[in-house]
């Protein structure tokens, strides 16, 4: 569970789209991600830029020249079995690589095409290509370790901090991949947050000339922290900008806490990480998919 499994999906469909295949992406169900990932493949597909977009992508079964399935974690035979499908690839993370890989593939039997290792630290990745094939890895492709890829949805983060909200519709897919946290001086700010360019700034209730820094420094979302109300000139200002603000009882400590939780551990969502994933699917091997 929350080994990768839909972004490798995503980036095989990227690379078999790139070669000129339809390609339909679904999701089996078993487990609670199950129906997110679902919404998200199924409306899934690459235009003729070779750039992510969300469209209708073939049903199972239907034209695609190739059918992308996602099963849960666990032994995959029965789905395979069922769905009388070619190829399986196993999907792992490399924090640590498990012992039990070559059994697992072994189990498979020709049906394991290979395996995709997922956030592999970026200097580990020649080391976690060598144990692989120390132990008898048949590797479809290293993924680095990724901020993009590891940070979660601006509505994710509006739900771990139970924040009340205004303009967070349209914002709620938005990857918080570059928070930073308000100063605790008298200082504005506003050169600080205009250097570090974040695309949300933690902030505390008491401090609306950090806040108004912060939007004049472009940053796109303010995270209020203590639960105290924002002040209305400074909602008024948001408003008229479309800027996200999320309104949260705890403290800045405790709101930080709740938000490191959620970086390298929230599944796959969000246009920009298709975008990132696509980016990175070149090192993949699909020649034993084709």
């Known amino acids: 569970s929350l080994s990768g499994k839909t972004t490798i999906a995503a980036a095989l469909g990227r690379r078999l789209s790139d070669g000129g295949a339809t390609v339909a992406?679904?999701?089996?169900?078993?487990?609670?991600?199950?129906?997110?990932d679902a919404r998200l493949l199924?409306?899934?597909?690459?235009?003729a830029d070779r750039r992510p977009e969300p469209l209708q992508a073939p049903a199972l079964g239907g034209d695609a020249d190739v059918s992308l399935v996602e099963a849960p974690a666990g032994d995959p035979r029965s789905a395979l079995a069922s769905l009388s499908a070619r190829a399986v690839v196993v999907v792992a993370y490399a924090d640590p690589l498990p012992a039990g890989i070559p059994s697992f593939c072994e189990a498979l039997g020709d049906a394991c095409a290979g395996v995709a290792i997922t956030r592999v630290p970026v200097r580990r990745l020649e080391a976690t290509r060598a144990a692989a094939a120390a132990i008898g890895v048949r590797l479809l492709g290293l993924i680095?370790?990724?901020?993009?890829?590891?940070a979660p949805t601006l509505g994710a983060v509006?739900?771990?901090l139970e924040a009340g909200s205004s303009s967070l519709n349209s914002a709620s897919e938005?990857?918080?991949d570059r928070p930073i946290i308000s100063s605790i001086s008298a200082d504005p700010a506003q050169g600080y947050f205009a250097r570090y360019g974040p695309n949300a700034v933690i902030v505390r209730g008491d401090k609306p000339d950090q806040q108004l820094g912060a939007l004049n420094a472009g940053a796109p979302c303010l995270i209020v922290t203590g639960g105290l109300p924002v002040l209305s000139y400074v909602e008024e200002r948001a408003a008229d900008e479309g800027i996200t603000v999320l309104r949260t009882r705890y403290d800045t400590v405790a709101a930080v806490e709740r938000l490191e939780a959620l970086y390298g551990v929230t599944p796959f969502s969000g246009h920009a990480k298709v975008e990132r994933i696509a980016e990175l699917a070149g090192e993949?091997?699909?020649?034993?998919?084709i």
Request: aromatic share 2%.
């Open 25 to 36: 992406l679904s999701r089996l169900a078993g487990d609670a991600n199950a129906a997110a």
């Open 42 to 47: 199924a409306g899934l597909a690459f235009n």
């Open 144 to 150: 680095a370790e990724d901020r993009t890829l590891a």
């Open 158 to 160: 509006a739900e771990a």
């Open 174 to 176: 938005t990857v918080m």
């Open 284 to 289: 993949l091997d699909i020649s034993s998919l």
